[in-house]
């Protein structure tokens, strides 16, 4: 683990709302808060340390150490009983400033695949992650194999 566990999970569902499909994004509220998630966690430091705190300061985020469950100690900046947009936002942006002030806003990125636009989060150690999914790493995989194995094209000589 790379990160506290709960900046880890909200990060990792911050990822699957943006890049899921319709199944997920039927509940209206979720699917109009993707571009705002979808802006923040592909903004640069800079920019994702402004637009976390606005996000905070509009959702009136208190930030409260929680122990629950079979969870110790850890921060909730809304109460769960707010509701799901709100805490997904609150809870996103809460993430984003555990990377932003560690530096690590490149944990985040843009899937590698030219015709995907998904966003990749990199919990890796060694940061080798750069597709969104094995969908599109494999998809890249099997570009470049036949790119490296096509023969170059003589003309037939009969
Ligand atoms: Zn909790
Ligand atoms: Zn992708």
Do not use: K
């Not at 683990?1 to 909200?10: G, I, K, Q």
């Not at 947009?85 to 002030?101: G, I, P, Q």
């Not at 899937?111 to 080798?128: E, F, M």
């Amino acid at each position: 683990m790379v990160f506290a566990h709960d900046t880890e999970a909200s990060l990792q569902a911050a990822v699957d709302l943006v890049n899921s499909d319709r199944d997920a994004a039927e509940l209206a509220d979720l699917r109009a808060i993707r571009p705002v998630l979808r802006d923040l966690l592909t903004a640069d430091r800079d920019r994702a340390a402004a637009l976390a705190n606005a996000m905070l300061a509009e959702a009136n985020a208190v930030p409260q150490l929680v122990r629950h469950g079979d969870i110790d100690w850890h921060l909730h900046a809304v109460s769960s009983d707010e509701p799901l947009v709100r805490r997904v936002v609150v809870e996103t942006a809460m993430a984003v400033s555990d990377l932003v002030r560690s530096d690590e806003m490149t944990r985040l990125s843009v899937c590698a695949d030219d015709s995907c636009g998904g966003v990749v989060l990199d919990l890796t150690r060694n940061r080798s992650r750069r597709f969104c999914s094995t969908t599109c790493a494999n998809r890249n995989a099997v570009a470049a194999y036949r790119a490296r194995s096509r023969v170059p094209t003589r003309p037939v000589t009969s």
